[in-house]
C-alpha cells in the first residue's frame, strides 16, 4: 500500500507527526516533525543517535534513521494536529537487527512461513500516583480488597471515560474498564489483533494512559512492584495461533484436552521449556522481581506466578487456560518491551510446536498455598539471575537473534552492575554493626 504521508496529513488536519521507535529497553523514542518535512522524513527517515538511546551503538557510529510505517498511523485522539507513526530503524542503509520492532516482525515472518498467523491481546495494568509518585492519587482508596471497587472506579470516571473514548475513536474495541486489586490500581482491555499491531498499540497505550494522567493532574505508572505492600503491575498476554487465511483458529479442539489442541499444548510446552530464560524479557528491571517473588500482599494475593506451571482456569499459575481459543501468560509485568513481549512469548511457542513439545500434565493447585508442596521449577529470584539463564539459552538466543540476545545482555547487565553500585538504606540498617 503507498500511502503519502503528507496527503494524509492534508485530509486529517495534521501539523506534526511523531516519528517513533522503541528501544531495548522500552523507551520511545520520537522526534516531532512538521507536516511541510515529512515527505522527506517518509522516504530518508527521521535522524537519531543511537547511543543516545538504550540500543548496543557507540558515539562514534553514523546517525541511525528511523522510516515511518505509514499504514501504523496513529493520530492522536486528544490532540488531532498530531500524527503518531511507529518506525524501523536503519544504520547505513541497513536495518538495525537488535531493534525490537524488528524482531518480532522477523518471528512473525518466520511463523507465517510455516503457515500461521499470531493474534494476541494484553491486559495493561497501571497505577494512578500523585505528580511525585510517592502516593496513590485517590486518599480514600484504602479498602483491603480493592479490587472491582465500583466507588473508587466512577471517582476516576473522567480519567478512565476519556481513555476508552479514545480507544472507541481509534477502532480499538474496548470492552471493559475496572479498578484492580491493588489500591489506586486500573486495567482498561481492548480487543485481540494481529501480534503486530497489538504491540504497537500496547506501545500507544502507555504513552496516552502517562499522557491523559498528566493532564487530570496525575502521574500513571507501569512499574512492576511501585508499592511494597499492594499487588504489582502485571502485563497478562493473551495468544491464539490461526491459520495463514486469518479463519481456523488452530488451538481450538472439540476433543482436545479443556477444548485445546495438540498445537496448543505444544505451545505451552515451548513457553514452559524457556520459561526462566524469558524472564530476562518479560520481567525486564530490578523491580520486576519484587513482584514475581512478593510476600503475601495486603488484598491477600500477589496475582503473579513464581513457578514454571500451567493450569485450566486458575490464576495462580504462569500459564492460564481461561477458554479454548486461547492461552494466557501471567508471567511478563508492566515494564516489558511490548515487541519484545511478543516476540518472545511467539517466538518461544512457535519453538514448542516444531519440536513438538509435550507441557506434562497440568496442575489445578492453588500454587499460592500449595505451592510449597509442588516440585516445579521456580523462576528466577532476580533479574541476574534471569540474565544469566537468558544469555545460556541457545534455543530463545537463536529464536530472538543472536545479535539481539549479545546486545540485550550487554546493555542489561550494565544496568544490573549499574544498580549493584547503589547503597540502601537497607545495608546500613543491616550491616552497620556486623
Known amino acids: 500500500m503507498n500511502i503519502r504521508l503528507e496527503e494524509v496529513a492534508k485530509k486529517r488536519d495534521i501539523r506534526y507527526f511523531l516519528i ?26 527521521a535522524g537519531f543517535a543511537g547511543f543516545a538511546a538504550h540500543l548496543d551503538m557507540t558515539p562514534a557510529d553514523s546517525d541511525m534513521f528511523g522510516l515511518p510505517d505509514a499504514e501504523r498511523l496513529i493520530q492522536l485522539p486528544w490532540n488531532k494536529e498530531v500524527g503518531w507513526l511507529p518506525s524501523d530503524i536503519y544504520l547505513d542503509t541497513k536495518i538495525v537487527s537488535h531493534g525490537p520492532r524488528t524482531i518480532l516482525k522477523k518471528v512473525l515472518q518466520s511463523a507465517n512461513t510455516k503457515g500461521y498467523v499470531i493474534n494476541s491481546g494484553v ?21 483491603t480488597k480493592p479490587c472491582y471497587d465500583q466507588q473508587a472506579l466512577m471517582r476516576k470516571y473522567d480519567l478512565i471515560a476519556e481513555i476508552c473514548d479514545h480507544m472507541e475513536t481509534l477502532g480499538w474495541g474496548p470492552y471493559q474498564n475496572d479498578h484492580e486489586d491493588a489500591n489506586g490500581q486500573f486495567e482498561m482491555n481492548w480487543n485481540y489483533s494481529e501480534a503486530l499491531t497489538t504491540a504497537d498499540r500496547h506501545t500507544f497505550f502507555k504513552y496516552m494512559v502517562k499522557t491523559i494522567a498528566e493532564l487530570h493532574g496525575f502521574r500513571a505508572t507501569f512499574m512492576p512492584k511501585p508499592l511494597s505492600s ?138 499460592y498455598k500449595d505451592g510449597d508442596k509442588i516440585d516445579a521449577p521456580r523462576l528466577p529470584l532476580n533479574l541476574l539471575d534471569a540474565l544469566r539463564s ?20 550487554k546493555l542489561k547487565m550494565e544496568e544490573w552492575n549499574s544498580f549493584m553500585q547503589y547503597f540502601t538504606e537497607w545495608e546500613h540498617t543491616n550491616a552497620l554493626d556486623v
Open 20 to 45: 517513533s521507535f522503541t528501544d531495548l529497553f522500552g523507551v520511545v523514542r520520537s522526534k516531532l516533525v512538521p507536516t511541510s518535512a515529512i515527505a522527506g522524513m517518509q522516504k530518508e527517515g
Open 123 to 143: 491486559e495493561c495494568e497501571y497505577f494512578l500516583l500523585s505528580p511525585d509518585g510517592k502516593s496513590i492519587a485517590d486518599s480514600t482508596d484504602s479498602q
Open 230 to 367: 499492594l499487588t504489582g503491575n502485571g502485563c497478562h498476554a493473551h495468544i491464539s495461533v490461526w491459520s495463514n487465511d486469518g479463519k481456523t483458529n488452530l488451538m481450538e479442539d472439540a476433543n482436545g484436552e479443556l477444548g485445546l489442541s495438540k498445537l496448543a499444548y505444544n505451545f505451552i510446552g515451548g513457553l514452559l521449556k524457556n520459561a526462566e530464560s524469558l524472564t530476562a524479557i518479560t520481567n525486564p528491571v530490578v523491580n520486576s522481581y519484587k513482584r514475581i517473588n512478593a510476600p503475601r500482599t495486603s488484598s491477600g494475593a500477589t496475582w503473579s506466578p513464581n513457578t514454571v506451571t500451567y493450569s485450566g482456569n486458575n490464576r495462580t499459575h504462569m500459564i492460564r487456560i481461561p477458554d479454548s481459543d486461547r492461552i494466557e501468560v501471567r508471567l511478563a509485568d508492566g515494564a516489558v518491551n511490548p515487541y519484545l513481549l511478543q516476540a518472545a512469548l511467539i517466538g518461544s511457542g512457535m519453538w514448542g510446536i516444531e519440536n513438538k513439545i509435550d507441557p506434562g500434565k497440568r496442575l489445578d493447585v492453588d500454587m
Open 390 to 409: 537468558f544469555e545460556k539459552n541457545k534455543n530463545l538466543r537463536k529464536i530472538l537473534g543472536i545479535e539481539f540476545a549479545d546486545s540485550y545482555f
